[in-house]
């Protein structure tokens, strides 16, 4: 009943966003987003910590500024998602613009796919689904949510565009596929993982648990690593940014996929600290206290 109730509110939202005009739907979104920050203590104590920790000579209050603007920012990141789900492509289109172009075509280019990598950062569903507008679609790494109909309806937005959503059960193979049809793959790198397959790199001076399949799939297929991130423009716009691709290591490297996996890591960084209101410090990106799991979920919290 709860899931079901969860799904009818879901869907009632698209449809009120449908009709609002823009400035009202990211007023509503940044009140959602308030009052989650009000009402949801647990998640608000994470993320002061997780503040806390990675900027500690900051004051408490602009700290706690931080934190409410994430809040505001993960509403508004909701009501945005489903205002896209009901634009054309051209009205898409009109809401974005791209930003080093260049180095796509340039990756694709060498002809051996592109991994693109990101984080809980800026606004990555709405570039997932704007980048086949101005490319080609992608692979899309993505983890099942609980509830299944709002797991198919977030699968129909990502996959609107042409996107393929690619879960948990034979992802390995499906990427490596891709990747040799020349095709593309998104990544999130920014949430802790369990088990043997975990690589731990600085994050904000701190040990964080991280996938290396990224790296170890770079180096194996020779495909290029760009980074991408959304951002905010005046008057409900944003700018898509595709990075310089990252360099991978030397040849003769003893720790090959960490030095990777750290460089990606570096490049999400300074985006979080350009901007942390837009990232998620609202997940336990630090810990080691989590039991190993068997190999496999490379991608996947």
Not at 137 to 143: E, H, N, Y
Not at 168 to 176: C, E, H, L, N
Request: charge should be positive; glycine fraction near 6%.
């Amino acid at each position: 009943m709860r899931r079901q109730i969860e799904y009818l509110i879901v869907r009632s939202l698209q449809g009120i966003v449908s009709v609002l005009p823009d400035p009202l739907v990211r007023a509503a979104g940044d009140a959602m987003g308030v009052l989650f920050f009000m009402l949801d203590r647990p998640h608000r104590r994470v993320a002061e910590d997780n503040l806390a920790q990675a900027f500690p000579s900051r004051p408490a209050a602009e700290r706690r500024a931080i934190v409410r603007a994430a809040f505001k920012h993960f509403g508004r990141l909701l009501f945005e998602i489903l205002k896209f789900s009901t634009l054309s492509p051209e009205q898409l289109l009109a809401r974005v613009e791209f930003d080093g172009g260049e180095r796509v075509r340039l990756a694709y280019g060498q002809g051996k796919g592109v991994l693109f990598i990101t984080g809980h950062f800026g606004f990555w569903e709405l570039h997932a689904v704007a980048h086949p507008l101005q490319f080609e679609p992608i692979g899309v790494l993505a983890r099942t949510l609980d509830n299944a109909r709002l797991n198919t309806l977030l699968e129909q937005i990502r996959q609107r565009t042409g996107n393929t959503v690619i879960y948990r059960q034979g992802s390995i193979r499906r990427v490596m596929r891709l990747l040799s049809e020349r095709h593309g793959v998104a990544v999130l790198i920014d949430q802790h993982i369990q088990g043997p397959d975990a690589v731990y790199v600085e994050f904000f001076e701190r040990r964080a648990a991280t996938t290396s399949a990224v790296a170890a799939l770079a180096l194996r297929t020779g495909a290029p690593v760009v980074p991408v991130f959304a951002l905010p423009l005046p008057k409900g716009r944003y700018r898509l940014i595709y990075e310089h691709p990252v360099e991978p290591p030397s040849a003769d490297s003893e720790d090959a996929i960490r030095e990777f996996t750290q460089r990606c890591t570096d490049v999400l960084e300074m985006y979080v600290r350009r901007h942390p209101d837009l990232w998620l410090w609202m997940h336990r990106r630090w810990r080691d206290d989590q039991p190993a799991v068997p190999a496999g979920d490379h991608f996947f919290p």
